[in-house]
T-cell receptor, first 119, second 112 residues
Framework: SAVISQKPSRDICQRGTSLTIQCQVD?????MFWYRQQPGQSLTLIAT?????????ESGFVIDKFPISRPNLTFSTLTVSNMSPEDSSIYLC????????????????FGQGTRLTVV | QKEVEQNSGPLSVPEGAIASLNCTYS??????FFWYRQYSGKSPELIMS????GDKEDGRFTAQLNKASQYVSLLIRDSQPSDSATYLC????????????FGAGTTVTVRA
């Protein structure tokens, strides 16, 4: 499976500021995703990071709040902009790994996550 | 997003027993099904994937899929204290839809 490095692992930020989270993969992957996991809850997909084009956002998430970059097939960033305490959450980068190139089945793997606290 | 529901927890089982976790999903065209284990403060770790109806066994874990009933389950045999974690059911859709929808998770505690 792909090895995913995500940083920072945690941060405490002042409200109104922005934080950029980086996700680096050790191999080229087509699909990269950003998820949010709020305290005590499950994972919610924020957006799909598309290489060479704008990210595709899920309902309830907008580009102005969560701008995403995907400059190549191994790297992506998520920025949490103009933060408020409600943005305190774990943010997770995920990639789809086909494993077997002959298989149409893919499996998703996650980075270590970024635990964000906004004060 | 597609709805995914898991049996409510927490689930407490004695060491050596079988833990049974259930998951139902709403999107009938869903093709791929996954179980993730998440330890407190850690990111989800893939433990099982299943794509066809029936059972799939991997060590002490068995996943069961019934697409007609839109149901997928995970059995953990000979439960160990190290199995204590939250288990997340995840589903994606048609073959060109790689986005995952997650259930709320079931927290399992294995009592020594």
């Amino acid at each position: 499976s792909a090895v995913i490095s995500q940083k920072p692992s945690r941060d405490i930020c002042q409200r109104g500021t922005s934080l950029t989270i980086q996700c680096q993969v050790d191999s080229q992957v087509t699909m990269m995703f950003w998820y949010r996991q709020q305290p005590g809850q499950s994972l919610t997909l924020i957006a799909t990071a598309n290489q060479g084009s704008e990210a595709t956002y899920e309902s309830g998430f907008v580009i102005d709040k969560f701008p995403i970059s995907r400059p190549n097939l191994t790297f992506s960033t998520l920025t949490v902009s103009n933060m408020s305490p409600e943005d305190s959450s774990i943010y997770l980068c995920s990639v789809e790994d086909p494993g077997d190139s002959l298989s149409q089945n893919t499996e998703a793997f996650f980075g270590q996550g970024t635990r964000l606290t906004v004060v | 997003q597609k709805e995914v529901e898991q049996n409510s927890g927490p689930l407490s089982v004695p060491e050596g027993a079988i833990a049974s976790l259930n998951c139902t999903y709403s999107d009938r065209v869903s093709q791929s099904f996954f179980w993730y284990r998440q330890y407190s403060g850690k990111s989800p770790e893939l433990i099982m994937s299943i794509y066809s109806n029936g059972d799939k066994e991997d060590g002490r874990f068995t996943a069961q899929l019934n697409k007609a009933s839109q149901y997928v389950s995970l059995l953990i045999r000979d439960s160990q204290p190290s199995d204590s974690a939250t288990y997340l059911c995840a589903v994606n859709g048609a073959s060109n839809d790689y986005k995952l929808s997650f259930g709320a998770g079931t927290t399992v505690t294995v009592r020594a």
